[in-house]
């Protein structure tokens, strides 16, 4: 790797993620480079790395994934399974497979005398029942504890093996924060799988990197924007292959839908392979899908189509906002969601003319600042939550700041009765101007039927004395 970067998001400079305030004292704090570092003397639990890093993957033809670890760690890729098949159907295919997935198992003598040997036999049972091209072996807290140099172990082995072996070291306990996940797995596709020499060039190539939330009709909508540009997409990872792993260093530019997903990638593939990369925000609502689509449109040197198209895109779409704005201007909004979604959320609530009072996003960083900041110039006196989980701080301020709507997993607002809803569809298309009016007319139709969240909070309470309510929601954030 002729990069420094290590994969854990700590290491970058200016990367906060225990953190509290309004979106504009954060700001201020920020660019005057005097937010202390923190901790949470109290945390309900965090979301691993390692989850990223396996669903970043899971999609990829003809592999074979084996997670070192005790079978606990398994446990949230039912989730990653479950989008897998979801998105196979999404794309018709009529024989959906599930992943091939394999756990080694380490037990309480494994963590003593160590992990080799059932990592060897998973490595032999996934060659021999599947005969994938790939194999990917995710690392642990167990594995990284108990010290099994998984990459020794995978170098000694794949002489004998025609699959590519290719370890991804995403211990849980090396980052809190979970996106760390995907460098891990990025890291690995550029030392194992890509060219190691410059490959040529394929004209009108865009590489366009997506996170696993995108749906299909997300991605069709994407591409087929990309597409009146006269360029042709190399969508990747997702339900993608060997070889078009390998076509990623011969692309023209490079630009991700999501703005956290690839960040890291896409500036180490400009840096050794000299691709450019247009890295903007999220393409969901009017401003951040003119962003998104001009950022990559003036890289490669296509302003003038994606202006004339924005243009037309904006005669035809923001007269029909007439409606949603007349039913949701005024409302007040809590979001919580990933870096990405969240603020890009936070923008679309804006065009129709809705208010931001709180949102809740895993880290602060210079990215999260360039956002905020964006955010700062349409939204006023909102309150930022710079938590991986901790719902207990959520509910403290959505039962303090009271929003009309909750935009996000809803599975703790909804105690409080208020319409939940979240900006995250997997058959719709979200993204783009058509997502724009899907999206406002999703809301609209959640504000209008309230009826199930508000029997949900007649009959079930959530677990927290009413005096945690009445404390400061940020009280266990503790500078060092
Ligand atoms: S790798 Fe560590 S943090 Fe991740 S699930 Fe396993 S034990 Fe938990």
Request: glycine share 8%.
């Amino acid at each position: 790797m002729p990069r420094a970067y290590s994969g854990i998001r700590e290491s970058r400079p200016y990367t906060y993620n225990d953190l509290g305030g309004t979106g504009c004292d954060l700001a201020n704090d920020f660019d005057k480079k005097c937010i202390k570092n923190a901790d949470r003397s109290f945390s309900q639990g965090l979301q691993c790395q390692q989850i990223n890093s396996i669903s970043a993957v899971l999609s990829l033809e003809d592999s074979a994934f084996i997670i070192h670890a005790p079978q606990g760690c398994a446990g949230c890729v039912s989730m990653g399974a479950d989008g897998y098949r979801v998105g196979q159907a999404h794309r018709g295919i009529h024989l959906i497979k599930n992943p091939r997935i394999f756990i080694t198992n380490l037990d309480q003598d494994d963590i003593i005398h160590g992990g080799e040997k059932k990592l060897r036999e998973a490595v032999a049972a996934a060659a021999e029942r599947y005969s994938p091209k790939l194999i990917f072996i995710f690392t642990s807290c167990a594995s990284g504890i108990i010290g099994d140099d998984v990459d020794a172990i995978i170098a000694d082995l794949q002489p004998g093996y025609t699959p590519i072996l290719v370890p991804i070291h995403c211990d849980g306990f090396r980052s809190k924060i979970c996106a760390s996940g995907f460098d891990a797995a990025f890291i690995a596709i550029q030392k194992y799988l890509l060219p190691q020499d410059p490959q040529p060039k394929e004209k009108g190539l865009i590489n366009l990197f997506a996170p696993t939330s995108i749906s299909y009709k997300d991605q069709l909508e994407i591409e087929r924007m990309l597409g009146l540009l006269g360029v042709k997409v190399n969508y990747i990872p997702f339900y993608s292959s060997l070889e078009k792993i390998r076509k990623i260093t011969g692309a023209e530019a490079s630009t991700a839908i999501c703005k956290v997903f690839a960040d890291e990638f896409m500036k180490e593939l400009d840096e050794t392979y000299g691709i450019p990369f247009a890295h903007t925000v999220m393409p969901i609502g009017v401003r951040n899908t003119d962003k998104w689509f001009l950022g990559i449109a003036d890289l490669i040197g296509k302003g003038d189509i994606a202006r004339e198209y924005v243009e037309k895109e904006h005669e035809r779409v923001l007269p029909q906002l007439g409606y949603i704005k007349e039913k949701l201007a005024g409302k007040r909004v809590f979001i919580c969601g990933g870096t990405g979604r969240s603020f890009a959320a936070a923008a679309l609530i804006n065009d129709f003319g809705m208010e931001l009072v709180g949102l809740e996003t895993p880290t602060y960083d210079l990215d999260a600042q360039i956002d905020i900041e964006y955010l700062n110039t349409m939204h006023k006196n909102y309150v930022v939550d710079v938590a991986n989980m901790q719902p207990f701080e959520q509910v403290n301020l959505v039962n303090k700041l009271k929003p009309d709507l909750f935009i996000g997993v809803g599975a703790w607002a909804a105690h409080f009765g208020l319409p939940t809803t979240h900006v995250l569809d997997p058959k719709r298309a979200t993204m783009g101007y058509d997502g724009i009016l899907y999206l406002g007319n999703k809301i609209v139709e959640q504000m209008r039927n309230p009826g199930f969240n508000r029997k949900i909070s007649r009959y079930a309470k959530l677990p927290y004395k009413q005096s945690w309510y009445e404390q400061d929601a940020f009280k266990f954030i503790k500078e060092f």
